[in-house]
């Protein structure tokens, strides 16, 4: 945070604290450095908790040391279970957001409670090329900063522009993941674009092509006319209407009207009284590419008419038929239906089925051709207004009425998506997803929450041709190839290869030609980034060489971790692509989170504005700070207007600095087997004051590290040691289950509520010894000692999946048991195995606590300070109560230390409670 709104004695306080801070470090940095294996931090702690403190000098140090390597555990002769698990690949299109926060918080999780139980673990991390997202945000820095277009650079300038932006973001990126504490091992990283795993996508596009799975096709695209490409379901923003509304779309000066349904007619052709039949539509630029008109067979207003033919307003040589299918809904509209096929994907498979031409009237660009007749040149949705203007003054036009709609918007131009018959390569899908499919219904495969289940089968029982051709300059090119001057049909003159050179000995095969002869253009576009993320599981352990060691030692995976939005997109491809190329499911497990929204429930997204830097919240920001960062980014002037006056509200003095600790452990604590999360800053500065509460707690009762005595162990003692049984229990099945929050709750009450509130409160008078105590009272107080080191211990370990950085710190701090063989680190220390509970001391100890609660109740209302003692109270209860205190003396203790009284009769006269000052009554137990 900055200084905005601190007095000056506020700042020159801050200013000590942080010098003060910095010296600690500087301290703790110099021994770690001294001995990598130990990090040596005895001495004095600060007087409260810093994250800046405790997070300063740790994942360096865990990095020096190894233990994030799988190597650091291998040992042949004692062969350990092993846990495998690749990042989903960031996009290098800037920084990471929660929604990467929340993303790498459970997934660390994940792997640190899989290392500590010894598994042999390799987290695999990397980023993403990610085609369309990173060469707009690249072309708009391009235009910001020198207002030139990728097109007046040309392609090999503009790739390095990319390149550079890719090694400045992905670098950050690392850094970000670092800051959040993620356990991957950095020896494996990747990227998409990495020599080796661009070799892999080459590989896996000729198999495929080879084996028929890939073709070259003519069929229906999203296209976007800003970037003259093709773009996938994905990148398609559905923006449901109500009915008229003006959006703006890239290239024009005012904002379009959308929402509207127009109604004009065709006159039928050898209609002696001039009939004509009557379409409706949303898209009236469009009807200059109608090619008939479609009715329901058994609509008795229009069944006469099949046959027949209509007459086309401006084009007059064509005549287009009316033809007969059931997929007209006979109440919309007229109830008869423009058919555009070149336009429209239900067109396209009506016109499919019922041979109508296909005539494009729009081109790349957005303009409209010259088989659109007087309207060619025009922009289309300039020639939408003409085309109602001419029909008018035909005296064809109908009129027009508000209609509800969806409006497919690209979600990185925000241009309004054009379906386009274009020439593209595809992939046949439906065999590959009928197996992912059996795959999760045999219990091969295990997709976690159950719901998703029903969207894999959906998705996938229906599942069409996947188009991963992009017209783009940034990702892979497409491996194939088109001779020059070849007079051969379209998709018959292209040749697939690994490189230049087997390509022309195919072209050279397929054509009868020499070698010599044949002159090779490599196709300009390239593959949608789905397509290399697909084999992400495999080629970052170096497939196609499946005899790498690797390869053969860490593929399949077991867990694949990601968003429920890319089940179709990355999880599905990633089945189909692995049992295709290995015949092996690439990870037994699937786990789907929630998405991560701001406080308002929108999606976090760069391109919104409204995402936060996690290290924003790790390290705290002031709101002009967090501002500026709007202004250096990527936002049209209305996006970013918009984004500004969000943060104003919702952070109007900025983010607390809250430290990584509590991020992660705000974010794990979510509900995440949902479908969406609306983050609450304040939560996250919750679970800064818990690691607090952690760090004031330390220094209270001096722990012994030795060994104690099962028989010496008091009710209270074998109530905290229960509590512990239970939370470590909890806690196991959560990571088990992927039931975050109940781990992160367990860890919570035992800490806070149990632990902190209670045993230490209870035991601090224990072992405030005096001068001459009996043998009797410095025994317990050694007991006491005991179960106090056992609580920090194992609770450390307990905590550590979730809060690495202190728990290390508090680790580090703690005598060790065994100092010449117990485990450098907390990371890689045992993770505490299910105990027992006891569930006879814990039925009891709820009495006594509901008896300090209603003390404390009454102290509160009627303002009794905390320090003064109350004299004397008498506990009036059933005698089967009464029992269950008298034989536990320290339930009696209990109440009397934490509830400031002192119990002077148990009694079951009821009497008493009319002459007592606080009437208590409890339930029989």
Known sequence: MDGVGKSEKQLRNEAKKLEKLAKFNAKKEKLANKNVEKVYVSGSMPESYSPKYVEAIWYQWWEKCGFFSPEYWVNPQKPRK??????????????????????????????????????????????????IATQVVVEKKLWREKQLMRQDIGREAFLKEVWKWKEEKGENIYHQLKSLGSSCDWSRAAFTMDPNLSHAVTEAFVRMYE?????????????????????SDIEVEKRELTGRTSITVPGYAKPVIFGILSSFAYPLIDSPN?????????RLETMVGDTGVAVHPEDPRYSHLIGRFVQHPFIPERRMPIVGDTFVEREFGTGAVKL?????????????????????????????????GPFAGMKRFEARWAIRKALEEKGLFRGEVDNPMV??????????????????????????????????????????????????????RDCHDWCISRQLWWGHRVPAYQPRQQPHSENDSWVVGRDEKEA???????????????????????????????????????????????FRSFYPGTLLETGHDILFFWVARMVMCGLFFTDRLPFKEVYLHAMIRDAHGKKMSKSLGNAIDPVDVINGISLPELQAKLLVGNLDPSELTRATAAQAKDYPKGIPECGTDALRFALCSYRTRGWSINLNIQRVQGYRFFCNKLWNAWP??????????????????????????????????????????????????????EFCDVYLEYSKPLVKLEPGCSPAA?????????????????????????????????????????????????????????????????????????????LRSFYATCNISKTTAFPEAVLVAPESTLEGLRAGKFLVDIVQTLGKCRLTDLTTDKSLGKRCYIDIRVREI
Not at 354 to 372: C, Q, R, S, W
Not at 793 to 817: A, C, I, N, S, W
Not at 818 to 840: F, H, Q, R
């Open 82 to 131: 092993k846990f495998v698990m690749v990042i989903p690949p960031p996009n290098v299109t800037g920084n990471l957001h929660l929604g990467h926060a929340l993303t790498n918080s459970l997934e660390d999780a994940i792997t640190r409670w899989h290392r500590m139980r010894g598994e042999i673990t390799v987290w695999v991390p990397g980023c993403d090329h990610a085609g």
């Open 211 to 231: 084996g028929g799975l890939i073709y070259r096709g003519v069929r229906l695209v999203n296209w976007c006319c800003a970037l003259q490409s093709a773009i």
């Open 274 to 282: 001039g009939e004509e039949l009557v379409v409706a539509t949303t």
């Open 340 to 372: 555009t096929p070149a336009h429209d994907h239900t067109d396209y498979e009506v016109g499919m089925r019922h041979n109508l031409p296909f005539i494009t009237v729009i081109d790349d660009k957005g303009y409209m051709t010259k088989e659109a």
């Open 407 to 460: 409006v497919p918007i690209c979600s990185r131009t925000k241009d309004v998506i054009e379906p386009l018959l274009k020439p593209q390569w595809y992939i046949r899908c439906q065999e590959l997803a009928d197996r992912a499919v059996k795959e999760v219904a045999d219990g091969n495969l295990k997709i976690m929450p159950r719901m998703y289940v029903r969207t894999w089968n959906n998705w996938l």
């Open 504 to 550: 022309l000995a195919t072209a050279a095969e397929r054509f009868k030609r020499p070698i010599d002869e044949i002159r090779l253009i490599q196709d300009e576009d390239v593959l949608d980034t789905w397509f290399s993320s697909q084999l992400f599981p495999m080629s970052v352990f170096g497939w196609p060489n499946t005899e790498s060691s690797d």
């Open 700 to 753: 209270r009762i001096a722990p012994k590290s030795s060994p104690f005595e099962k028989h010496d162990l008091s009710g209270t003692d074998q109530w905290i040691l229960s509590c512990l049984a239970h939370a470590v229990q909890e806690c196991n099945a959560g990571f088990k289950e992927y039931k975050f929050p109940r781990a992160t709750t367990a860890c919570f009450n035992f800490w806070l509520y």
């Open 778 to 854: 410095l025994k317990r107080a050694e007991t006491v000692r005991h179960v106090v080191y056992t609580c920090l211990d194992l609770g450390l370990r307990m905590l550590h999946p979730f809060m690495p950085f202190v728990t290390e710190e508090l680790y580090q701090r703690l005598p060790r048991r065994d100092p010449l063989n117990d485990p450098p680190s907390i990371c890689v220390a045992p993770y505490p195995d299910d105990g027992e509970e006891n569930p006879v001391v814990t039925i009891s100890f709820r009495l006594a606590f509901s008896l300090v609660h209603r």
